[in-house]
């Protein structure tokens, strides 16, 4: 063994013309990985703040409340209020004058089946922004 090679040092291997090639070291390589991974964990959010709060009532309480309630109907071809068409900006201005006549006014949002959830969030906030607190979604039978 030459005296030149340390026992702790590891043998580099020879390429074709003799000479040494210098070995690549991973670990630099994974302490950034390691650091991007902390820096993402920290700088992320977790917290789901555009979550909706559905609480579901019992269906004997419910039966009873219905009465006075407005009826949304949520359907491929548009909105409708208890029964009549009508557009997204109009049906938040209808509700918002009902709402200054009856504070605690209930409105029931009943969607079709084949309307998106996305279009179902997007009646749900816009009604929420108008101050209306009393919502209820409901569906159809099971057929």
């Known amino acids: 063994m030459n005296s030149h090679v340390s026992a702790l040092q590891p043998l580099r291997p020879v390429n074709r013309s003799g000479r040494?090639?210098?070995l690549i070291s991973l670990t630099p390589l994974i302490d950034v990985v390691f650091i991007l991974l902390v820096f993402f964990m920290l700088a992320s959010s977790f917290l789901d703040w555009r979550s909706i709060q559905l609480s579901a009532p019992a269906t004997a309480a419910m039966d009873s409340t219905l009465d006075g309630a407005l009826l949304v109907e949520i359907r491929r071809g548009g909105l409708r209020l208890s029964g009549k068409k009508i557009?997204?900006?109009?049906?938040?201005?209808?509700?918002?004058?009902?709402?200054?006549?009856k504070p605690h006014q209930r409105v029931i949002i009943k969607?079709?089946?084949?309307v998106s959830l996305q279009d179902v969030v997007s009646v749900l906030d816009r009604l929420a922004e108008a101050g209306i607190n009393d919502m209820s979604l409901i569906r159809d039978t099971i057929r």
């Open 20 to 22: 040494r090639r210098a």
């Open 87 to 101: 557009s997204l900006h109009g049906l938040v201005k209808r509700l918002s004058e009902r709402l200054a006549q």
């Open 111 to 114: 969607p079709d089946d084949r």
